[in-house]
C-alpha cells in the first residue's frame, strides 16, 4: 500500500519484476481495506516513520493480522544517546518533516509498536550512513508477534 502515485508507480515498476505475485494499492495504513486476522505476515519499510497516526496505523496492523502472527520493520528510531535524541528532536520540529514528505527523525517507534500489543522478537540497530554525520539516519530492523489477548493474560499462541 502507498498513498503517493509517484512512490505507487515505483513500487508498481518493481513488483512486476519482483519473483513473487505483489499487488501495489493505493490507500493509507490508517483504514486497512482487510478483514480481521487475515494476514500471517505484515511489513512495514521506513514508514512509522511519517505517517500522520502511528497508533491508529498499528492499531489496523494487529487488527489484520492473525493472532500469532508476525510483522517485519526497517524504521528511523529515537536515538539511543541524549545528545542524538536532542538533535532529532530539534530537526523534527523543524526543518526535517518539510524536507522529507513528513518523515520523523525521532519518533519512539519501538514502544508504540510494543504499546500496540506485539512483543519484539528480534531488534538489529544500525546507523546509516556509518559516519559522525548520521544525525538523523539511525534505523532499526526488527519482528514482532502480535500477542493473543485474553481477559486475565496476554500470550502468543
Ligand atoms: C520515507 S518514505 C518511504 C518509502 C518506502 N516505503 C520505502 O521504504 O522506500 C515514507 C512513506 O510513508 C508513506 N505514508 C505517509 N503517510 C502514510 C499513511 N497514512 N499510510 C501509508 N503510508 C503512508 C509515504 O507515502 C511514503 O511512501
Given at each position: 500500500m502507498e498513498p503517493s502515485s509517484h512512490l505507487r508507480n515505483l513500487a508498481q515498476a518493481n513488483a512486476e519484476?519482483?519473483?513473487?505475485?505483489?499487488?501495489v494499492i493505493d490507500g493509507i495504513a490508517d483504514c486497512l481495506p482487510?478483514?480481521?486476522?487475515?494476514?500471517d505476515v505484515a511489513v512495514m519499510s521506513l514508514?512509522?516513520?511519517?505517517?500522520?497516526?502511528?497508533?491508529?496505523?498499528?492499531g489496523q496492523i494487529y487488527r489484520v493480522l492473525r493472532p500469532g502472527g508476525c510483522m517485519h520493520f526497517y524504521e528511523h528510531v529515537r536515538a539511543e544517546t541524549p545528545a542524538?535524541?536532542?538533535?532529532?528532536?530539534?530537526?523534527?520540529?523543524?526543518?526535517?518533516?518539510?524536507?522529507?514528505?513528513?518523515?520523523?527523525?525521532?519518533r519512539d517507534t519501538l514502544a508504540a509498536i510494543t504499546k500496540a500489543g506485539f512483543e519484539m522478537q528480534r531488534v538489529d540497530r544500525l546507523r546509516f550512513p556509518d559516519s559522525v554525520v548520521s544525525i538523523c539516519q539511525v534505523h532499526r530492523t526488527f519482528s514482532a508477534w502480535r500477542l493473543v489477548q485474553t481477559n486475565n493474560s496476554t500470550s502468543l499462541r
Open positions: 519484476r519482483a519473483p513473487v505475485a505483489v499487488e482487510a478483514e480481521n486476522e487475515m494476514f514508514v512509522l516513520c511519517s505517517i500522520p497516526d502511528q497508533r491508529k496505523a498499528l542524538l535524541r536532542r538533535v532529532q528532536r530539534l530537526v523534527d520540529a523543524t526543518v526535517w518533516p518539510l524536507l522529507a514528505g513528513g518523515c520523523h527523525a525521532g
